[in-house]
Structure formats: structure tokens, C-alpha cells
């Protein structure tokens, strides 16, 4: 295995990933903490498992179904979420109030 590949893209993803949501919810949490290096281990901890996670899914799945099949299927829901997008099913007025 190559370990500088390794550590450089293990790197570049979790400097990446703290940019999204993770970091919004470690904001909110050491600011009410008194321990933010721990919130800062959690939310990194957690951002791991779900990568893990999402990698032995993908590759099971991966190694299930052809190649071919999940490319159509990925293209399938890519033009289902776009043909949605442009005709949604019904206009909300603008003063609707769900209350």
C-alpha cells in the first residue's frame, strides 16, 4: 500500500469535508461546550464512520451489480431529480402559512 497516497488523500478529503455541515454543527457545539477539542474529535470521528461506512456500501454493492447497471441506474435518478426540479408538482402561494 502506498502510505503517502494514503495520508495525502486521507488529507485532502477530511480537510475538505470540515468545510460542510460538520463544521456548522462543531461551531454550535463548542460554543456551548466547555471542551471543544472533544466536539472537534466527535464531529471528526463521525465524518469518518460515515466516509467508512459509505465506502463498504459502495463497495458491496459495487461488487453486486454490474458496473453498467449503476451507471444507469445513477442516471436514472439524476433525471428524475431534474425533471422534478423543473415541473414541480404543485406552486406554493407566496403567502402560504402552514400554521
Known sequence: MDWQLLS????????????????????????????????????????????????IVGEGTAAILPTKLLKAIAALGFAIMAVRLLWPEQDIPQDFDPD
Do not use: C, N
Open 8 to 55: 495525502l488523500s486521507f488529507a485532502a478529503v477530511f480537510l475538505s469535508e470540515l468545510g460542510d455541515k460538520s463544521q456548522v454543527a462543531a461551531i454550535a457545539l463548542s460554543g456551548t461546550s466547555r471542551s471543544p477539542r472533544a466536539v472537534f474529535l466527535g464531529t471528526a470521528a463521525a465524518l469518518l464512520l460515515a466516509s467508512f461506512l459509505g465506502v
